[in-house]
């Protein structure tokens, strides 16, 4: 029923390398809406406002719902 | 004033108040132009032109002008800015609801609208919030004062003054350092996504000793203190809904909470018996009358007793009770005679009871103030004192004792103990005479003699411990200090200052947090005092907020705490209160009840001798006691006496009413014990009334429609004598007209609204008055569990579960209380066509039949949010959690992860899939590098799938940094859901029937649930046919109708509307088969009523195994869904099978099929072995395996533990040699 398949996310780094694919990820600010990149480590605050509170964007694979 | 100018205008005829909003509405909604609706107009314009005349007699808005003050004109400037472009704004307005400016006013209906107008001025919280304010502003400077000074031990030229107190505006622990005037952008909101504790700095200004000079400094901080939502720190006060839009806040929100580290804590409103008030009651076969003497500096407990006759006092540090004539004498009374009068008056009857008591003098010799003091000295308890052992000063402890410990109260200026002896005096008479009427003995349920302590009194509490705390710590280190004698630099107390700071914030928070409130001083140990807010539904919030819990225990049998008492009328909400346990402990206010806050004794005080009482301590006992004078007793001292009772209370009155005094001040008569009592202390019951003066009310049309307009407010109702509060006391005093037409001669006051008796949560209940009384207390259970909307900012929050409802909707039937509540805009629950009528077998037991054409179409589907948090800890060696998304593996397990190791939003989430990649340090203690990491990824254990709505990355207080992830369901209504309408009618889903079997009207309407009639006899829930009809009239003519208690919409008029749209008046509508297509042989009761969707899911509770998990200490079965465990057979399912004599069902259920173990014991010494050899008789010869319960052995085993040795005796099953 779900739009993705497994294999995706996968790909297969070993876990030895924590630091090495520290990979930016976007994030929305809770304050401002504005995008936050944030890699891993980093203290988790909207560079714009200040605000502490970041949320995911939302996903964009597909997604299947169940119409019941 | 004006007001008397009018003439009384009767009005012909009262129509009922719901028709003429209704057929307000009716006008403005375009339903089409039917007959009804154009004679419906018709009907509302002649009644409008017939009121209009009324109208016309009344004096003009100019004349009204001249009446108003310079604060009335201040207060009209402000209105426009309330109802300014604010599109909300028209919600608040108190003439929102079916009424235009244009309307008629009528008096006996309209004078309702006050309960709007308090309420907008009030809020529905407003004793929680009023009390915290109280605290903050004036408590605590209060507090300050009484322990203003600091002083060292060792260096007594070192003083530390305390000036002023006081608490900023909300900020963030960080922001704690910058200057004053710095506006921090905390919002309640943030506080709980970040988990924070909203707080706000609590600033002092000192003065103290640094060398030889006094340096002043202002603004040193000394603590947080946890604001209250919507209190006047809170950033919410005053705000307007745009603003809380902005902020991420509901404007529906009731606010008066707290919020620690990220959770919403409520302190419950607790109820206790009051203070400083003599009870007397009989226990035990005893007359006794006490006291709870309640100081800042003292609580103490003091009796006048009744023993053989003869009166006693008693007091924790008396050794012995003492004779009541010695405590008279050591008080400074006298001459036995003037101890009589002052104790018995010039009643003989009492006299000759009194008489007795003398008989102690002649026996002990004590005649003399000196001798008494010292016989009292002596009996003193010897508080534990290191130097004990040289000569006691018998008489200076007497005097100490007496004017500090016993009654601490009543107040000893100097030496002056006149008031100290009449009060003890007091309270013998009390005892006398209740000994001689036993109606006089007073009844401690009443509610008159209890009082509510709110979350400022508690908060007060706490903080004054908190306070005296830190001073002595504070103390303690500069005492270090300055002992030492050559100190290499200047001491300055300041820096000592700063580090005790965390010991109040963190006191106050744990407090608030955990809900302990343990008082060192005052030896209290409260735990439950706080409670988690609960947002199952915006109702369930709201009446969490009106709880009221009291300190009796649970498990005592007696029915009189429970039972609901007269007094309760209009304070508590009679319907409100739990089932089983609880039930008549916990209470709720009702909706117009208001809870003081102290008021300042002095200007009642001076105003008691301005009214011309004499002070009670220059009369003699003959003078208090006299035939018709009264004792005027100001909190339950006697501080004056009036020999004209009446006058005295009716010019009180008007001086109160004038504003002179605070409105919460309340007084009134005790004819049995000839007092009049004033009061001003905190924690009354009271509620705003009418006042009516010469068989007139004083709130006439013309005031009403300032109220309308918006030139006055309630405050100005208040302020100009018009309504006024009154408690629970002097509402006995008083002669209250229910309705207009009902004020007679000796009527005092007016009800604002009948329906106030209700609280918030039973006022949701349409046509409650028709109602068997349990079902409206069943229904409020129920209403706090049904699904709907919690709040405007429900997708904002991230609860640890949250249910909401898809599609709600507002009732077809309202009440006033639900406009009020606004539960018409957080609704829980849909209008469902409901046809009473018996189908398919499957509605047994109160089970309903849903339309499955209907919940397709959205009906009962609600959505389930569970929240998950990780923190990712830092431990002691510099290590740290980490999410490492390097560390998935292959597998569709972990095809949810993101690239930074929690799951996409939006996933959708199976049973055992990893959505948080999780690390942690394989060594947490020791401090090496390349340390590594252990994956501990999360699962989702849930068996139904969920999808990823939200997932949220913050920091909290401290710098650790959350993770919360929100998971979603969708569910749609499926059989065992439970379903309840608001009558207290609850019910599950049986049957999911397909529309095409439903049956259908002529006009193929179908019904959404089917209910089985027999629902009805025995529950006698009248108030659900009348909403029944209602609705359906409702519906019909596109109305919405009133099911307000004690009002409504009348079912006559709903009938003829019925009637008037081609439908039967009985609601019986005719029904066609579904099935057969055959015309049913009945007609049906057809129409729509509320339902609500409870929070009890089968898909929660759904479970089964064959085989699972064990317990791993008894190797028994787990107990729990959670656990995946077993089904219990108990104790009187074992009952059952042993009667039956069903002995090998028995074994097996109970040890086979749960933890049998195989044993080896001897038969020589009954042990148990292991693996064929007894450890004992060191052999295997008389070894046997035997299958016991594991936890049959296991008990052995500890017993042997304990020293304690089971034998187990083996015999043969069938004798030896009978093969
Ligand atoms: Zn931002």
Known sequence: MSGYTANQATTAQDASGIDINARAVNYTCGDCDGDVQLKR???????????????????????????? | MVGKKEPPKPKPKAAPRGAKAKAATAATTKSGPSGYDAEAVAQKDGKRALAEDVVGAIPTAADDGAHTSAADKARRHKAPLNSSANEFAAMLEPFYYGKHLTDPINTAEDKWNLLPAFLKTKGLVKQHVDSYNHFVDVELKKMLKANRYVRSDTDPKFLLEYTDIRVLQPNRAEEDDLPEGHRSSVTPNECRLRDMTYAAPILVDIIYTRGGQKIQKRGVKIGRMPIMLKSNKCVLSGRNDREMAVMDECPLDPGGYFITRGQEKVILVQEQLN??????????????????????????????IQKKGLIYLRHNTLSEEVPIVFVLKALGVHSDKEIMLLVAGDDSAYQENFQVNFDACAREGIHTQERALEYIGHRIKLMKKPGGMRMRNYHLEAIENLSNVILPHVPVAGTNFRPKAIYVALMARKVIMAHLDSKLVDDRDYVGNKRLELSGQMLALLFEDHFKRFNHDFKLSIDKVLKKQNRAQEFDALAHFGVHKNYITMGLERAIATGNWSLKRFKMERAGVTHVLSRLSFIAALGMMTRISSQFEKTRKVSGPRALQPSQFGMLCTSDTPEGEACGLVKNLALMTHVTTEDDEGPVHKMIFLLGAEDICSLTGEEIHREGVYAVCLNGTPVAATNTPKRFLNSFRRLRRMGRISEFTSIHINHDFHEVQ????????????????????????????????????????????????????????????????EIGLYTTHLEIEPFTI??????????????????????????????????????????????????????????????????????????????????????????????K??????????????????????????????????????????????????????????QNDHFLMKQIPEDTINNRVGIKHKTQSVKHKLEDCSFVDKVCVTENEAGVNLIKILFRQTRRPELGDKFSSRHGQKGVCGLISPQEDMPFNDQGICPDIIMNPHGFPSRMTVGKMMELLSGKAGVLRGTLEYGTAFGGSKVV?????????????????????????????????????????????????MHSRARGPRAILTRQPTEGRARSGGLRLGEMERDCLIAYGASQLLLERLMLSSDAHEVDICEGCGQMGSSGQCRICDNDKGVRKLTVPYAAKLLIQELGAMNVKVTIGLEDEFERGYE
């Open chain 1, 41 to 68: 480590g980093e203290p988790i605050r909207c560079r714009n406002c200040g605000h502490r509170v970041l949320y995911k964007k939302r996903t964009n694979r597909m997604v299947q719902f169940e119409a019941r």
């Open chain 2, 275 to 304: 203070k400083n008030r003599i009870i007397v009651e009989s226990a035990k076969g005893l007359m006794q009358a006490s006291v709870t003497s309640s100081t800042h500096e003292r609580r103490t407990k003091t009796y006048v």
């Open chain 2, 678 to 741: 004033i009061a001003t202390d905190e924690g009354r019951i009271c509620r705003p009334m009418i006042v009516v003066e010469n068989g007139r009310s004083k709130v006439t049309a013309r005031y009403l429609k300032a109220l309308r307009k918006g030139t006055m407010e309630f405050e100005d109702f208040l302020t100009r004598g018009l309504v006024e509060y009154l408690d629970t006391n002097e509402e006995n005093d008083t002669n209250i007209a229910l309705t207009e037409t």
């Open chain 2, 758 to 851: 209700l609280g918030a949560v039973a006022g949701l209940i349409p046509y409650p008055h028709h109602n068997q009384s349990p079902r409206n207390t069943y229904q409020c259970a129920m209403g706090k569990q049904a699904i709907g909307a919690i709040a405007y900012n429900q997708f904002m929050r991230l609860d640890t579960l949250l249910y909401l409802m898809v599609y709600p909707q507002q009732p077809m039937v309202k009440t006033r209380t639900i406009e009020l509540t606004k539960y018409d805009k957080l609704p829980a629950g849909q209008n469902a066509t409901v046809a009473v009528m018996s189908y398919s077998g499957y509605d047994i037991e109160d089970a309903l039949v849903l339309n």
């Open chain 2, 853 to 910: 054409a209907s919940c397709d179409r959205g009906f009962g589907r609600c959505q389930v949010l569970k929240k998950h948090v990780t923190a990712l800890k830092s431990y002691a060696n510099g290590t740290q959690d980490i999410i490492n998304a390097a560390a998935v593996e292959s597998g569709p397990e972990f095809g949810s992860i993101g690239p930074d190791g929690i799951a996409h939003v939006g996933a959708r989430i199976t």
């Open chain 2, 1053 to 1101: 008029d709903m009938a003829q509307v019925l009637v008037e749209k081609g439908f039967s008046y009985t609601g019986k509508d005719y029904l066609t088969s579904g099935i057969t297509g055959e015309a049913l042989q009945f007609y049906v009761f057809f129409g729509p009523i509320y339902y609500q969707k409870l929070k009890h899911m089968v898909q929660d509770k």
